[in-house]
């Protein structure tokens, strides 16, 4: 089960790949999620939620890659159709945080605000390219040789 309760680093399939992830290559899985997005335009900015399909989360680390189409499409709906926009995604709505006897009032007031879950700050590169003895990417303060770089490191050993 993926639990999105916990901070994640975002990245974006129109830099990553949707089957594995950028970090550890582990197997990607598909979950709908609530998100808070920020989109300006040359006329108009906004911020607001939006259900987003197609976002794909790591089960090994902490990583979730966004669907760039349909975040765009989201983007595109909430600007009235403008096409020359740009985005961000600013965190993971968590609406299981909300109490059940909260959940008919507004989010983000003063009385109900927004379970928001923030991102991990960006590693300097993800190249997919890891020493065996650097800290493992996923963050359990393993080497990479212990943690995620297991099944690299066994194929290695097998082909010889």
Do not use: Q
Not at 7 to 24: A, D, N, T
Not at 104 to 118: F, R
């Amino acid at each position: 089960m993926i639990g999105i309760t916990e901070p994640k680093r975002k990245y974006f399939s129109h830099e990553f790949s949707l089957e594995y992830c950028p970090e550890c290559k582990g197997t990607l899985t598909e979950k709908a999620c609530t998100i808070l997005l920020a989109v300006r335009s040359a006329r108009d900015k906004a911020e607001f939620l939006t259900n987003l399909s197609g976002s794909r989360f790591c089960e090994r680390c902490p990583v979730v890659v966004f669907d760039s189409s349909k975040v765009e499409y989201a983007a595109i709906a909430g600007l009235k159709e403008e096409t020359n926009f740009k985005y961000t995604v600013l965190g993971i709505v968590d609406l299981d945080a909300v109490p059940e006897e909260k959940r008919n009032l507004e989010l983000g007031t003063d009385e109900n605000p927004l379970p928001l879950i923030d991102f991990l700050p960006p590693l300097p590169s993800v190249t997919g390219h890891y020493s065996l003895n650097d800290p493992c990417p996923c963050g359990s303060g393993k080497k990479y040789k212990r943690c995620c770089g297991v099944e690299r490191s066994l194929s290695r050993r097998r082909r010889r």
